[in-house]
């Protein structure tokens, strides 16, 4: 079965700095997609970027961007020039590519901006 | 807006009293997911439904839970007899297929609270 570790619990960062938010996970599968979410204090579910395994590039959405490494199975955010309203939990998820329903989430990662 | 709503944004229930939450996809979508959110989690799959059909109940308790998505109307979470266990942020998305590269557009949520 699949599973997905985010190590980190809480993370911060100075307003205006870069973070890493880790992720690993575990699969047999070879092909597969990779998301991060943000869950704001609102709990709305927003998708910050997606990652397809087969994709060797990196994907990279304005300040955000990832680092994947598939031999690794780790799959770490980069967030660039962190603005306050970038506070939130983000969770780590993994998907069969066969399915865009059954999600495999990690237990997330708190960050916090400090002004 | 034409997003998933959800409603009610909280839901306070005694134990032994039914809970139901309600989903209203996004304009066009057909196909709706059912979560659980625990604290500290991430999202746990409960139920895939398409209109009128259950298609993957798969992460669904046997008992006291059941969905529905009418020919008309929003999709219905049901859970009867509510435990303390069951309090939790339930979390509906829809998509407009359920091909693997259908993105899942997620609602606010619904927090139970048990009392």
């Given at each position: 079965?699949?599973?997905?570790?985010?190590?980190?619990?809480?993370?911060?960062?100075?307003?205006?700095?870069?973070?890493?938010?880790?992720?690993?996970?575990?699969?047999?599968?070879?092909?597969?997609?990779?998301?991060?979410?943000?869950?704001?204090?609102?709990?709305?579910?927003?998708?910050?970027?997606?990652?397809?395994?087969?994709?060797?590039?990196?994907?990279?959405?304005?300040?955000?961007?990832?680092?994947?490494?598939?031999?690794?199975?780790?799959?770490?955010?980069?967030?660039?020039?962190?603005?306050l309203?970038?506070?939130a939990?983000?969770?780590?998820?993994?998907?069969?590519?066969?399915?865009?329903?059954?999600?495999?989430?990690?237990?997330?990662?708190?960050?916090?901006?400090?002004? | 807006?034409?997003?998933?709503?959800?409603?009610?944004?909280?839901?306070?229930?005694?134990?032994?009293?039914?809970?139901?939450?309600?989903?209203?996809?996004?304009?066009?979508?057909?196909?709706?997911?059912?979560?659980?959110?625990?604290?500290?989690?991430?999202?746990?799959?409960?139920?895939?439904?398409?209109?009128?059909?259950?298609?993957?109940?798969?992460?669904?308790?046997?008992?006291?839970?059941?969905?529905?998505?009418?020919?008309?109307?929003?999709?219905?979470?049901?859970?009867?007899?509510?435990?303390?266990?069951?309090?939790?942020?339930?979390?509906?998305?829809?998509?407009?297929?359920r091909?693997?590269g259908?993105?899942?557009?997620?609602?606010?949520?619904?927090?139970?609270?048990?009392?």
């Open positions: 079965a699949q599973t997905v570790t985010q190590s980190q619990p809480e993370m911060s960062v100075q307003e205006a700095e870069t973070v890493t938010l880790s992720c690993t996970y575990d699969t047999s599968e070879s092909d597969y997609y990779l998301f991060w979410y943000k869950q704001p204090p609102s709990r709305q579910m927003i998708l910050v970027i997606r990652q397809e395994a087969y994709k060797q590039q990196n994907a990279t959405e304005n300040r955000f961007s990832v680092n994947f490494q598939k031999a690794a199975k780790s799959f770490s955010l980069k967030i660039s020039d962190s603005q309203g970038d506070a939990m983000y969770f780590c998820a993994y998907r069969s590519a066969d399915s865009n329903y059954q999600l495999i989430w990690g237990a997330g990662t708190k960050l916090i901006i400090k002004p | 807006n034409a997003g998933v709503m959800q409603n009610p944004r909280h839901l306070v229930r005694r134990r032994g009293q039914e809970a139901r939450l309600r989903c209203s996809p996004m304009k066009g979508h057909s196909h709706v997911y059912w979560y659980r959110q625990l604290p500290e989690e991430g999202l746990k799959f409960m139920v895939y439904l398409q209109k009128e059909n259950i298609i993957d109940e798969s992460g669904m308790p046997k008992e006291r839970f059941s969905a529905e998505f009418p020919k008309e109307g929003p999709s219905i979470l049901r859970i009867q007899q509510v435990v303390r266990g069951d309090s939790a942020a339930y979390f509906c998305a829809s998509s407009l297929s091909e693997s259908s993105p899942l557009h997620f609602g606010n949520g619904t927090r139970l609270t048990v009392t």
